[in-house]
């Protein structure tokens, strides 16, 4: 079974950038659709994001137009490109293949002037 680790993650100011990646352990050609989290302290986990094996991409209203979700199957990595972000982006983001893939350790994104 594929696995999928998140890194990328650190401390920026409001309105900066981050891009998370999400490397697999094995080919992701053959997924059909990995999908980005967030769990803010306090919080329940949230989805951000997904991208389907074709590129088709959806996202929550609360990043649209920030956030840009992209895979790459030559590198079996995903990646999530976050811009203008905000306060309340701050939150441990996860990777996951859907529907039923396990849950990783997260790569922490603190938003904070």
């Known amino acids: 079974q594929v696995q999928l680790v998140e890194s990328g993650g650190g401390l920026v100011q409001p309105g900066g950038s981050l891009r998370l990646s999400c490397a697999a352990s094995?080919?992701?050609?053959?997924?059909?659709?990995i999908g980005w989290y967030r769990q803010a302290p306090g919080k329940q986990r949230d989805l951000v994001g997904f991208i389907t094996r074709n590129g088709n991409t959806d996202y929550e209203d609360f990043v649209k137009g920030r956030f840009t979700i992209s895979r790459d199957n030559a590198k079996n990595t995903v990646y999530l490109q976050m811009n203008n972000l905000k306060v309340e982006d701050t939150a441990v983001y996860y990777c996951?293949?859907?529907?039923?893939?396990?849950w990783g350790q997260g790569t922490q994104v603190t938003v904070s002037s």
């Open positions: 996951r293949i859907l529907p039923r893939g396990d």
């Open positions: 094995g080919s992701i050609f053959g997924i059909d659709v």
